[in-house]
């Protein structure tokens, strides 16, 4: 049994295409051979690049965590004893005590007390790989070739033969350049490489874009209140002076009719108050304080209607009201003077972008932009820009950019308010070269401040 289990290991072995599938196969398969409670593999590159790329359990490892990080470590500590291990038992026994204090503090918190390492040499007998196994049962001090320890010794030579063909085997640089007839060629492209970078060409910026409207008015509260309801669905046309919007009139409906009542009391006061001024002299003081009361309370009930009249939101022109889903708005306290959408042309269509400061361009008015909407991509839209910020600002997603605004060529058919997608805007003229290695210049300028 132990024998198939070891030639099934080996077809395997033999089927992995990528390095990532072969660690797979090493740190999971092998417990066809022995138990163990967690395996893991680690590649050797140089003499201080040691990475796990392997581990029992995971699909993926995570080269930068601390276990990870410690692994390597203990690897890189034990890699002389590892090189000289005895080729006819190629294993390596290894306990906490063989650490220094600062690797043995965290070996209770990741491996079981008994680990071997194996070494994976490639057929110049190089260390390549280290394959560390670890469970809580002690391994074997002596063996036969009947022991399923003395599969696993001949299982990791496969193992390492086959880490070296997947990852080690390199071509010399000197054949390379012999099979492409790298004298000739490398003279004439010695000649093309710098003519082709100095084409002309234009210096451009992709940035996020939006259709939007370059007639617009904002919709805003006329006063202190609640939401009752949006009464145009949103990306509709409103007529001028159409209702688009009520606020709550609970309140001012009842100071309304209780101002109305006082009203309609003072009114009946004035009225006694004349009958007895005409019996009585000492009675036209009183008609004169009625009156006054009268003229208070009509006040009160004119501001009262003015202010319930407020409460419709009515659109000052005609156009598209935009605003979010009417759900988020029904119930919403808003203030005076905040925005509840805006009124746009449909007939008038700009584009609103933001370009980054690490990829704006010398951006100039009447530089031509290309519109690439996510919802027609193969149907770009012309447009020229008309503005570039001078200062940066925060983006929609967040990033310090500079705002642009450009009007659309023409009449797109596919272009409508809200879409979104990719602009080319296009700045001055440069040579290949330089478009080329702008952003290698930049970040080394930033990286040693010359």
């Known amino acids: 049994m132990a024998d198939l289990n070891y030639h099934a290991l080996a077809a395997k072995v033999h089927a992995a295409t990528r390095a990532s599938d072969l660690a797979f196969v090493i740190c999971n398969e092998t417990r066809a051979l022995v138990p163990y409670r967690q395996a893991a593999l680690l590649s050797l590159v140089g003499r201080r690049r040691t990475r796990l790329v392997g581990h029992s359990g995971l699909a993926d490892v995570e080269a930068d965590s601390p276990y990870a990080l410690w692994l390597a470590d203990v690897v890189d500590h034990l890699r002389g004893q590892l ?44 260390l390549r790989a280290v394959l560390m196994m670890a469970r809580e049962e002690p391994w074997p001090q002596d063996f036969d070739d009947r022991a399923p320890e003395y599969l696993l010794l001949q299982a990791a030579q496969t193992f390492g033969h086959a880490w070296w063909a997947l990852t080690g085997r390199r071509r010399a640089l000197t054949s390379m350049l012999a099979q492409w007839g790298a004298s000739r060629r490398v003279r004439v492209a010695a000649l093309l490489v710098p003519l082709v970078l100095l084409v002309p060409v234009r210096e451009y910026a992709l940035v996020h874009a939006e259709v939007v409207s370059t007639r617009t008015q904002v919709v805003a509260s006329p006063r202190e209140g609640v939401i009752k309801r949006m009464t145009v669905p949103p990306n509709t046309f409103a007529q001028a002076g159409q209702v688009i919007a009520q606020l709550d009139d609970t309140t001012l409906d009842n100071r309304l009719a209780v101002a109305r009542a006082a009203r309609a009391t003072a009114q009946l006061e004035f009225h006694q108050a004349s009958q007895r001024a005409i019996e009585s002299q000492t009675a036209k003081a009183e008609l004169n304080l009625a009156e006054g009361r009268l003229r208070e309370r009509e006040v009160e009930v004119a501001a009262l209607e003015r202010e319930l009249a407020q409460l419709s939101i009515q659109a000052a022109s005609s156009g598209v009201f935009v605003y979010s889903d009417p759900d988020d708005w029904a119930g919403r306290p ?45 149907a770009p839209v012309s447009a020229v820009l008309d503005y570039a910020g001078y200062q940066a600002v925060e983006a929609p997603d967040g990033v310090a950019s500079y705002l ?44 040693c401040g010359c």
């Open 83 to 126: 090189e000289a291990v005895d080729a006819r038992v190629p294993v390596m026994a290894v306990s906490r005590a063989m650490l220094p204090a600062a690797l043995a503090e965290g070996w209770n918190e990741w491996l079981p007390p008994h680990v071997w390492l194996l070494p994976l040499l490639d057929p110049e007998k190089r």
């Open 334 to 378: 808003v203030q005076t003077g905040e925005r509840i959408g805006q009124l746009a042309d449909p007939s008038s269509l700009g584009v609103q972008a933001w370009a980054p400061v690490g990829e704006a361009v010398n951006l100039q008015a009447g530089a031509p932009m290309t519109v690439f909407l996510s919802v027609a991509p193969l």
């Open 404 to 447: 642009l605004r450009g009007h659309i060529a023409g009449d797109p058919k596919s272009a409508r308010i809200g879409l979104r997608g990719t602009a080319r805007v296009a700045g001055d003229w440069t040579v290949l070269g330089y478009l080329m290695f702008r952003r290698p210049f930049a970040a080394l300028r930033e990286w």
